[in-house]
């Protein structure tokens, strides 16, 4: 069966350019995740969904920042005037339902500003 | 705050040796426990733990949690250069949020 998948896989822009980031979750997963990890950081959380909302946004690291997702399935990550710290790993995750379950990453978009 | 310390932060060990990984929290509300190896990009899966002092084996590598004393550590025994990974530690806390260590960066010499 597929995995979670994500587009594109590496992404370089200038400073300033919107970027939009893919994630497709695993087929009836409900919960999607996406995480940032900068170079030799931890994971850091940005934003979960259930379904089609976003009960948790918490880690969205500023406005330039904003998700969606559609259907329950697909899910984009906006990142608007890209500034260089933008810089980072950006992985989804999906699994069934938030609680308990472990989560199915995907292989994660790589994206540089210079 | 919750958060999820690993330690150490890095180690270099060679073929044949055995490592322990350390990983502590403070999470409210605790659902789950989990450790993933990330070679590249993705994590991938190794364990999930929700009850205290209940080892989980696969192969060469075992893990086991203290609900009481806050952590898990992940054992591999007779290691490989194949290990060589960044294993990471995550936490399963209040509103569905997983809260993830900066992982220990492990290094088989041949």
């Known amino acids: 069966g597929a995995g979670v998948s994500q587009s594109p896989s590496n992404k370089v822009t200038e400073k300033g350019k919107d970027v939009e980031l893919r994630c497709d979750p695993i087929s009836g997963h409900t919960a999607l995740y996406w995480y940032r990890q900068s170079l030799g950081q931890g994971l850091e959380f940005l934003i979960y969904?259930?379904?089609?909302?976003?009960?948790?946004k918490s880690g969205l690291p500023s406005d330039r920042f904003s998700a969606e997702r559609t259907g329950g399935s697909v899910s984009t990550l906006t990142i608007q005037r890209t500034q260089q710290e933008d810089s980072a790993v950006y992985l989804c995750?999906?699994?069934?339902?938030?609680?308990?379950?472990?989560?199915?990453f995907g292989p994660g978009t790589r994206l540089l500003v210079l | 705050e919750d958060k999820v310390v690993q330690s150490p932060l890095s180690l270099v060990v060679h073929e044949g040796d055995t490592v322990t990984l350390n990983c502590s929290y403070e999470?409210?509300?605790?659902?789950?426990l989990l450790w993933y190896k990330q070679e590249k990009k993705a994590p991938t899966f190794l364990f999930m733990l929700?009850?205290?002092?209940i080892e989980k084996k696969s192969g060469r590598l075992s893990s086991i949690l203290d609900k009481k004393e806050l952590f898990s550590i992940l054992n591999i025994t007779a290691t490989q250069t194949g290990d060589s990974a960044v294993y990471l530690c995550a936490v399963g806390g209040a509103g569905n949020q997983f809260y993830f260590g900066t992982g220990t960066s492990l290094t088989v010499i041949p």
């Open positions: 969904f259930q379904g089609n909302s976003a009960p948790d």
């Open positions: 929700t009850s205290s002092g």
């Open positions: 995750a999906s699994n069934i339902q938030g609680a308990r379950e472990t989560q199915y």
């Open positions: 999470v409210t509300n605790f659902r789950s």
